[in-house]
């Protein structure tokens, strides 16, 4: 990721965080270094799929009342890009569709 991609997965990681109970003792910073650690190779289009999906309950893995881990976090990632570049390639050999005028 690039620098404005880490500042914008930084904000995303915040934002899924505030939405699930955290522990009074837990180093936010801390925290937040062990995320971005783990999902730095990521594109942050696949990042900002996987916490939606995360917020919004749609992962069935874990429990839902609870912030996912980072493992958890970066398997979700992993799918949201397999699901991209399928998307991707089905598009790609979509035909033309040819406008009449």
Known sequence: MTAAE???ATKALAAMFSC???SP???VEMQ???????VRDAEL????AAIQR???GEVRTGNAQF???SAQLCIEVRERRVMRELMARRAAQAPAKQ???
Do not use: H
């Open 32 to 38: 937040m270094r062990g995320y971005l650690g783990a």
């Open 20 to 22: 699930f109970p955290q």
């Open 45 to 48: 289009a696949d990042l900002q």
């Open 99 to 101: 406008v009449i005028a």
């Open 54 to 56: 995360f917020v919004r």
């Open 6 to 8: 880490l500042q914008q």
């Open 25 to 27: 003792l837990t180093d």
């Open 67 to 69: 912030c996912p881990s």
